[in-house]
């Protein structure tokens, strides 16, 4: 499974876009970039997935680089709902494992 | 559309006990994971079922741990006897198939406290 790399954590304004990193330079190609989300005492939430092209959703948006070696999330307003660990995922298609590392912890301020 | 159900939310045992989790999957999804998270990291996978057949279990400590997925449907997660490092929230978590994308739809979790 490709591993991920992504800082620990990160601050944003209420209200300013956010920019979350991973850098995955061993993906394959047929990895998935995933991202998933998790608020305190929930379990993870599916935020966003993309394979070559750029992904808008009504959460976020996805930009993957074009040598697939590394992507970003964007929340394009955070909200103090948005603070959170965003787990960055190559998810193995020949493995169907999700397999999380220890992901960026959000802090939005007011 | 119902979520992933897990039960209990909260159980506090002493080493050496045996506790168990329950989970209900979101209808009609074939796959159903189990994680383990300790304070501070990302989910560990536990094992994988799709329908009731086992597809990974290669991070189940099978001496103490054991899963399982009658009718393939809702699953249930042992632990006997517990260690003070089991403590962790155990979380379930459900998708469509083995070939979908990769979305999986969380519980809220169980959370252990060993003593």
């Known amino acids: 499974d490709a591993k991920t790399t992504q800082p620990n954590s990160m601050e944003s304004n209420e209200e300013e876009p956010v920019h979350l990193p991973c850098n995955h330079s061993?993906?394959?190609?047929?990895?998935?970039i995933h991202w998933y989300r998790q608020l305190p005492s929930q379990g993870p939430e599916y935020v966003i997935h993309?394979?070559?092209s750029n992904v808008n959703n009504r959460m976020a948006s996805l930009a993957i680089a074009e040598d697939r070696k590394s992507s970003t999330l964007i929340l394009h307003r955070a909200t103090l709902r948005d603070a959170a660990v965003y787990y960055c995922?190559?998810?193995?298609?020949?493995?169907?494992?999700?397999?999380f590392g220890t992901g960026t912890l959000l802090a939005v301020q007011p | 559309e119902a979520g992933v159900a897990q039960s209990p939310r909260y159980k506090i045992i002493e080493k050496r006990q045996s506790v168990a989790f329950w989970c209900n999957p979101i209808?009609?999804?074939?796959?159903l994971y189990w994680y383990q998270q300790i304070l501070g990291q990302g989910p560990k996978l536990l094992i994988q079922?799709?329908?009731?057949?086992?597809?990974?279990d290669s991070q189940l400590p099978k001496d103490r741990f054991s899963a399982e997925r009658l009718k393939g449907v809702d699953s249930t997660l042992k632990i006997q006897p517990a260690k003070l490092e089991d403590s962790a929230v155990y979380l379930c978590?459900?998708?469509?198939?083995?070939?979908?994308?990769?979305?999986?739809?969380f519980g809220e979790g169980s959370r252990l406290t060993v003593l």
């Open positions: 978590a459900s998708s469509l198939d083995l070939r979908n994308t990769g979305e999986l739809f």
């Open positions: 061993t993906i394959s190609g047929t990895d998935y």
């Open positions: 993309g394979l070559t």
């Open positions: 995922i190559a998810y193995g298609g020949a493995t169907n494992k999700l397999i």
């Open positions: 209808s009609g999804h074939a796959t």
């Open positions: 079922f799709q329908n009731n057949g086992v597809v990974d």
